[in-house]
């Protein structure tokens, strides 16, 4: 006997234990024969063993009998015969709850429950109580019995059997509460509660909770009671659980269902108890009850039940069932999909005149075979003869294969009758303007999200702690709620009418909970766990969901702003419909591992299931659609409106991050000051974004899925074929890349597709244009060469065979930078500046004063005069000077932690500015050191502090730029900062501690003694060079990136390589170091230019020959660029300090008889030099820099542009020589360039 059967250890059933071992009857010797033998009932019972029974189960059906005999019965003497409950009727209903709980719950079995099904429990006893006690043990029992049984692949095939009996033995019941007086027992279940339900919260006590958790239980059991789906075999489909006799699907259907609830007010009930969630019941098991009962009555109807327009009246000569019955809906369809096929049938059918000779012989060319095809549809076109020939091939038969993404979302489709349809749509209408979904939506996501919190997620994610049915079921109900307002939206606008008075209007505020922040981040979350996890049932839930909620949020974004939406009167007049759809909207660029995984998706679609395959393909679109709104949006409109919710205190929540990014536009005061400029960037990064998404979504794999999709060609509408269609369209003829098509099964695929379409509809016509201009195209392409292989595969993503598969030219790959090609390649795009693998700027060189001891004052005066001397960033520190005057203000209103609010513009020049980012510091913000770090101010400093710097920066920047005062103090007073390995290495530990929430060790900050903005600026060090780092093996697991091979090498030659490479891995990230001692401009434009060309021909060396022609200019250089490096820097700096002594002994230049004195005297010093390596050294600077000092001197000392009168000879030689040496200098500075970049 198994354990399942054991009952000894149950203290409960003492009284009925029994022995595992068969009674011996005692057969007496003295037997009396006249005597006829004593019948002993009991005896019968539990002697005679059923087939497949034990002794055990064959007692206890005998106990459950006996109690429920003892439970009433009908009452024979009266004559109308009512059910009289016996003696102990409440006793024995409890102990049939404790026999239930007992063996049934504790043994996972249903012995018990059968045992009451034969016995007629429920329909014969428990549903036609009246007592208020008999009728709360009934529920109880009622619920036990009625409590949803799983029978699926997992089910064990020894409880198989039971289960499966136990199931039908539920529908029994479920057809008996429905149908017994009218449903009289659902209106006594309501009734039990609505005391419970009318008491307030404070009265309500824990007995009340438990009688309304009890009906919420009874009403989602008999809605999840159904038949078994029908299993298939090898041989048949078969259906091992059949209905009971006397029962129809009908009976029990959702028409049933939907009638007996409305009648008995049990909708009315589910929509108060939603009513009253979050207020009145805060226990999360009635929320997620109401959630499961809304799923299971909607789940299963579809959405154009409401909205279908009227049908037609069947022919006189047909035979139909009434439209009103779910057989005769159901019969409709199939005899329309009949049609369907007739006609594309008689597309293909000859005339009665053509019925003979159908046979057809062909010959192959070179007459070696031939092949017979026969049927009247061979001798149509060619194209229905190769494709009959391809239909009479014999092909292996396939098994049958179980999808593996379909088992939360393919459910048997439910046809409702008219009266049926109107009793959902009034009570789902009722619903939405009662605010319960949102209420429900609200109440489950709040619980979702505390469940997610407090857990420690693993691989899985959210599904590791909340079951997969429940999100299932979560997110199918919010898709259908979607789907139900798109459609009725739709239908009101074709028809050209508004709802009546009462109902729910044609804006989404009462879904609007479904739309918003927290659902969406858990949809987004549920989307990742999903993938993550590879259970592609769920994902295809959230992918269908997902396209919901984009479908919605894309159509109110596209609509246009109306007057009062852009005029923002009042709080009344913000749309909240648009804010939530451009928050979402808005949300899609900034999660970089959502998009990531968006792209992966439908790489390996086309492996599950033709439903899987069409919500990934139609994911996909909406998405690009989505992307290319906000990239085409006005946002100089976008700026105003924002401005104007700014002004009544009105954040959306999803549109904070891009709000973010224009917070200096957002904060001005009118309209008129908007910068067209910063707009015009705006919009152009924006484009750009939409153009490095829209390529990732064009790879290989997801072109292979398209196809794939489109394959089905058969099974498709119209509207879904216009949909792949699209994706071709804008890949091949907006993109231009012909070569992604170049492939024979799409040839073929788009061939069978148009012979497919009916003659004469638009979509054929869209199709056979299509053909016209990829056949013009490939006819072009395979004239200038062939791709007779290439063909027969998908392109290989590399940037070389791609290139060479749209030119034909293999040079066309190594003419450019390799780094270059790289960046426009699908695999390293250009992203948002939010995104954590975004391009960063240069990092510039750490500078630090060379007195500390100065005060505020001081050093901003200092750097002020570096700044205005360098003309870049003067404009931010006009914006740093307002952006203080906020921050002050927001300091005495009692907020503790700014920040300054910067665009992209700025967080770059942040970053890769010395003086810039000193200021910062100065200021006391913290400097960023990547485009995602903040520049946040240190929360000691105070509003005063912050006025009382502000006033400082205006007041050295009117002196500065007006020429008064005097310069000396503001020179030889910046020098680079250095750090030690031991504060570097103290950064990178540091930055580790803090990821994984440890605090900073402060016995090491003590030691190092280090000030906080230096601990800040080791730790940034550490991120920048965690960036570096992978940058740089970014570049190396690159297939592109192949280290050039030279033939012959030696170790010279190895050594070069290695300095190539290293030179491309840095050349991104490499830190400006400049000279803060030089008072000098920048070079000119044309050197950088010439730096910069000259750099990227040496990274793209690829071959011998150009190494050989870098070698042949090399004999033009001229001799004194042999000269050793060390030479150079000490006759270069001797030059510095001669310069320096001489500015120092005049008192600085302030005028244009100074200037004439100071060039005086510098002429004198060089002539008396005596040292021929600083005449040297001073004759190859004035070739390289080109009279920098020259021309820009006057505009930065005496602000005239009069020309300086007075040059002395030896001057005029030397322009002299700088025009004979054109070509020569030329040369000699772009070697020079490369030396000093190797130096650095």
Excluded at 321 to 347: C, F, H, I, T, Y
């Amino acid at each position: 006997m198994s354990e399942s059967d054991d009952y000894r250890d149950d203290r409960e059933l003492d009284e009925f234990i029994v022995s595992d071992e068969e009674p011996v009857l005692e057969q007496s010797d003295q037997l009396n024969v006249d005597e006829p033998p004593q019948m002993d009932r009991m005896d019968n019972l539990t002697s005679t063993l059923r087939v497949n029974e034990t002794y055990t189960s064959k007692v206890l059906r005998a106990h459950i009998s006996v109690l429920v005999s003892a439970l009433g019965g009908p009452d024979h003497t009266s004559s109308e015969g009512l059910y009289k409950l016996g003696h102990d009727a409440l006793a024995c209903l409890k102990d049939l709850k404790r026999w239930i709980r007992s063996v049934d719950d504790r043994n996972g079995l249903a012995d018990v429950a059968l045992a009451c099904a034969e016995c007629g429990l429920v329909t014969n006893d428990l549903t036609t109580k009246t007592t208020e006690k008999i009728m709360l043990a009934c529920l109880e029992l009622l619920v036990l019995l009625t409590w949803p049984v799983d029978v699926n692949r997992k089910t064990l095939f020894k409880d198989y059997t039971a289960k499966t009996n136990a199931r039908r033995a539920q529908i029994t019941y479920k057809h008996h509460i429905l149908s017994y007086k009218g449903g009289r027992t659902l209106k006594a279940v309501i009734r039990l509660g609505l005391e419970a339900l009318q008491l307030p919260k404070d009265e309500r006590e824990p007995r009340d909770v438990n009688i309304l958790r009890l009906i919420m239980f009874f009403i989602r059991n008999v809605l999840f009671i159904e038949p078994l789906p029908p299993s298939k075999s090898p041989k048949a489909i078969t259906n091992s659980s059949d209905l009971p006799n006397g029962i129809n699907p009908e009976d029990i259907g959702l028409n049933a269902v939907l009638t007996s609830f409305s009648k008995n007010n049990v909708l009315l009930f589910l929509t108060s108890v939603s009513h009253s969630l979050l207020n009145d019941l805060t226990d999360e098991s009635f929320g997620l009850l109401a959630m499961e009962c809304l799923s299971l009555l909607t789940k299963t109807v579809p959405v154009s039940t409401f909205f279908a327009t009227k049908p037609m009246l069947p022919d006189a000569s047909t035979t139909v069932p009434p439209a009103s019955s779910a057989v005769g809906m159901q019969l409709l369809d199939l005899l329309s999909e009949e049609d369907k096929r007739k006609k594309l049938q008689n597309n293909t059918v000859s005339t009665r005149h053509g019925r003979f000779g159908t046979l057809l012989s062909i010959q192959t060319p070179d007459n070696a075979s031939y092949y017979t095809v026969s049927g009247q549809d061979a001798l149509v076109s060619t194209y229905g003869t190769l494709d009959k020939m391809d239909r009479t091939k014999q092909w292996h038969r396939t098994s049958a294969f179980k999808y593996d993404s379909n088992d939360y979302v393919k459910l048997a489709m439910s046809y409702l009758n008219k009266s049926s349809a109107d009793i959902l749509s009034q009570f789902v209408n009722q619903f939405l303007i009662s605010g319960c979904f949102n209420t429900v939506v609200r109440f489950v996501s709040h619980h979702l999200t505390n469940l997610t919190n407090d857990a420690d997620l693993g691989r899985r994610g959210m599904l590791d702690v909340v079951e997969g049915h429940e999100l299932a079921s979560f997110f199918m109900t919010i898709t259908w709620f979607f789907h139900f307002k798109r459609e009725r939206l739709a239908f009101y606008q074709s028809i050209k009418q508004k709802p009546q008075e009462g109902d729910d209007g044609l804006d989404y505020g009462s879904i609007g909970a479904a739309l918003s922040e927290v659902n969406f981040i858990l949809l987004i979350s549920y989307c990742r766990s999903s993938f993550d996890a590879k259970d592609y049932d769920s994902l295809h839930v959230a992918l269908i969901c997902l396209r919901e909620m984009l479908l919605i949020s894309n159509s109110i974004f596209m609509k246009e702003r109306t007057q009062q939406e852009i005029e923002l009167a009042s709080e009344e007049d913000v749309n909240e419909d648009r804010e939530l759809a451009e928050g979402i909207i808005r949300k899609l660029f900034s999660p970089k591992q959502f998009l990531d995984m968006m792209i992966n998706v439908p790489k390996t679609a086309a492996k599950h299931s033709p439903e899987y395959l069409s919500v990934s393909v139609s994911v996909v679109h909406v998405l690009l659609k989505c992307f290319e709104a906000l990239a085409n949006e006005d946002v100089k409109l976008y700026i105003k409106t924002r401005r104007k919710m700014s002004k009544l205190n009105n954040r959306g929540g999803l549109n904070n991050d891009m709000d973010r990014q224009h917070w200096d536009l957002i904060d001005r005061g009118s309209d008129e000051e908007d910068d067209e400029e910063q707009i015009r960037y705006i919009t152009q990064e924006r484009k750009l974004d939409f153009k490095n998404t829209e390529v990732r979504f064009f790879h290989s794999d997801i072109v292979t899925t398209h196809l794939e999709y489109l394959s089905r060609f058969e099974d498709l509408s119209h509207e879904e074929i216009k949909r792949g269609i699209t994706y071709f369209h804008r890949l091949f003829v907006v993109r231009k890349d012909y070569a992604a098509l170049f492939r024979l099964d799409f040839m073929s695929m788009i061939h069978k597709l148009r012979n497919y379409l009916p003659r004469g509809s638009s979509i054929r016509r869209h199709v056979e244009e299509f053909i016209v201009y990829f056949m013009k195209k490939f006819k072009s392409a395979f004239e200038r060469f062939p791709l007779a292989v290439e063909l027969l595969f998908p392109r290989i993503e590399n940037i070389e065979i791609k290139s060479f598969l749209s030119t034909g030219d293999l040079e066309a790959t190594s003419s450019g930078s390799k780094r270059e090609l790289s960046s426009k390649t699908p695999g390293l795009p250009k992203s948002s500046y939010f995104a954590s693998d975004s391009p960063q700027p240069r990092a510039a060189a750490q500078l630090q004063f060379a007195d500390e001891s100065k005060s505020v004052d001081e050093k901003i005066g200092i750097l002020i005069y570096h700044i205005i001397k360098k003309k870049n960033a003067l404009k931010f520190v006009k914006f740093l000077i307002g952006e203080l005057e906020r921050l002050a203000k927001l300091k005495s209103d009692g907020i503790t932690q700014v920040l300054l609010r910067l665009n992209l513009a700025n967080r770059r020049l942040l970053i890769n500015d010395s003086h810039l980012r000193l200021l910062i510091e100065v200021l006391e913000f913290d400097a960023p050191f990547l485009q995602n770090d903040e520049t946040i101010l240190r929360l000691h400093v105070e509003a005063a502090q912050l006025i009382e710097r502000k006033e400082f920066i205006v007041k050295w920047l009117q002196m500065h730029e007006q020429g008064v005062g005097d310069f000396e103090p503001f020179l030889d007073q910046l020098r680079l900062e250095i750090f030690t390995k031991e504060l570097l290495d103290f950064g990178i530990a540091s930055l580790a501690n803090l990821r994984q929430g440890l605090g900073i060790d402060e016995g090491q900050v003590e030691q190092l003694g280090l000030t906080p903005g230096q601990i800040h600026k080791v730790i940034g060090l550490a991120k920048r060079k965690e960036y570096d780092e992978n940058i740089a093996a970014q570049y190396y697991a690159d297939d592109d990136f192949v280290q050039p091979a030279m033939e012959n090498s030696d170790e010279d030659d190895d050594n070069f390589n290695d300095s190539l490479l290293q030179k491309k891995l840095r050349s991104r990230r490499r830190p400006i170091v400049e000279d803060a001692l030089e008072f000098d401009d920048d070079e000119p434009k044309k050197i950088t230019k010439s730096r910069r060309s000259r750099k990227d021909a040496l990274l793209s060396i690829d071959s011998d020959d150009e190494l050989e022609s870098i070698s042949k200019s090399a004999e033009m250089v001229h001799d004194s660029d042999d000269d050793s490096d060390s030479e150079q820097a000490r006759a270069f700096f001797a030059r510095e300090e001669q310069l320096r002594q001489l500015i120092s002994t005049t008192g600085g230049i302030v005028n244009k008889e100074l200037l004439k004195v100071f060039k005086e005297s510098w002429q004198k010093i060089i002539g008396s030099n005596s040292d021929s390596q600083v005449k040297e050294a001073i004759s190859k600077a004035a070739l390289f820099v080109e009279d920098l000092d020259d021309d820009e001197s006057p505009n930065i000392f005496s602000h005239d542009t009069t020309p300086a009168s007075g040059v002395s000879d030896h001057e005029a030689d030397m322009d002299k020589k700088r025009t004979t040496d054109a070509d020569v200098g030329t040369s000699r500075k772009r070697r020079f360039i490369v030396d000093d970049e190797e130096e650095e």
